[in-house]
């Protein structure tokens, strides 16, 4: 009988618990596996006593709409630079070994992925990966889960900020979530209908922001949402440098001061909540897949969405380079077309 255990890591997403849920269904369920839960990421196979629990259909009542994640996660806990300062790669290959476990799915992002990838090249820890972040950045998948909830979440939150905005002929910048990529951005302000967009991708320029404001002021048009990724910088800097919002508000100040500006941190409500319906079929569809690899003894690689298929790819594909937004792509220039100011 096969005995698989199943964890994740990084940041919370949207849609984890609902590949936990395919996982035990399709494996445990219909394939009759073993299914060990290892609780808190790596940190549930390092730690004294280990974390591990059972994993059985009736655990997963509620699991397909529920956020969060029941096995917990944590993004600092890789086993090569663990809390105490030592090195525990090896000791992950041994607590499997004793606890039964033939091999790993770890659901996360790029960092869980680079210590999924090390553990199996270093020490032969059998893993199948399920590419997780709200970050959409990974490259070797076209879509992650998470990501389509969060630019719900932030074309929600636009809707309202808009008859606010506009009730008070005020200047609202909203930041999201975006740590070295814009898509949350560009695709949640497309969506709300922001009338600047600022991207990681595309420093901004101040005096096109002004332009732009002042423009919608002569129009009869003396309210603007715009919307700013949290690593987003001005044109000039060579690198984000935090305070991404405030830096816009700020300099937007300093150019037009008799605009009424303020501010919105949108943080972790982009990555906590329900999983909207096209997270919680993808979500399963992964999980399905990633049952479908270890089956079929491909170790070593990755669910991924390429070309509205669910296939696997190696999983060194996923911790080579992050996806970015393309300026010259065709998103930027819809959001051109439809008179969306990118600040550069």
């Known amino acids: 009988m096969r005995h698989v255990g199943i964890l994740t890591g990084g940041g919370d997403a949207p849609g984890l618990n609902a590949v936990i849920r395919a996982v035990v269904k399709y494996g445990v369920g219909q394939k009759g596996w073993l299914l060990s839960g290892v609780e808190d990421a790596f940190d549930g196979l390092v730690s004294d006593p280990l974390r591990v629990r059972r994993l059985v259909p009736r655990n997963c009542g509620g699991l397909l709409q529920r956020g969060g994640t029941v096995l917990g996660t944590t993004n600092r806990g890789d086993p090569f630079r663990w809390k105490d300062g030592h090195d525990h790669g090896r000791d992950v290959r041994r607590n499997l070994e004793r606890l039964g476990i033939d091999g790993l799915i ?113 129009l009869g048009r003396p309210f603007s949402l715009v919307v700013v990724a949290e690593s ?28 009424d500006v303020r501010t919105t941190v949108l943080g972790h409500l982009q990555r906590g909540g329900s999983p909207d319906a096209f997270d919680r079929v993808l979500a399963t569809r992964f999980g399905v897949c990633a049952v479908d690899l270890v089956e079929a003894g491909r170790w070593g690689e990755l669910v991924a969405l390429r070309d509205s298929r669910v296939v696997g790819v190696p999983l060194a594909e996923a911790v080579r380079a992050n996806r970015t937004v393309d300026p010259a792509g065709e998103l930027v220039r819809v959001a051109r077309a439809v008179g969306v100011e990118l600040g550069a």
Not at 144 to 160: I, M, Y
Not at 245 to 256: P, Q, R, S, T
Request: charged letters at 25%; hydrophobic letters at 45%; a negative charge.
């Open 106 to 218: 770890v659901v996360g992002g790029d960092g869980t992925m680079r210590i999924a990838d090390r553990l199996m090249r270093e020490h032969g820890v059998p893993v199948v990966g399920v590419p997780k972040t709200i970050d959409n950045d990974l490259g070797a998948t076209d879509l992650t889960f998470g990501f389509q909830s969060a630019v719900d979440c932030v074309a929600d939150a636009l809707d309202r900020l808009h008859t606010t905005a506009e009730s008070h002929d005020r200047c609202i910048v909203v930041e999201v979530m975006g740590r070295d990529a814009g898509f949350i951005a560009l695709h949640g302000g497309i969506a709300g209908g922001a009338d600047i967009i600022l991207l990681p991708e595309l420093p901004w320029d101040i005096a096109r922001i002004a332009h732009k404001l002042d423009q919608r002021k002569r």
């Open 232 to 259: 987003a910088r001005p044109i000039g800097t060579a690198e984000a440098q935090g305070r991404a919002a405030e830096l816009v508000v700020e300099a937007i100040k300093g150019a037009m001061p008799e605009i």
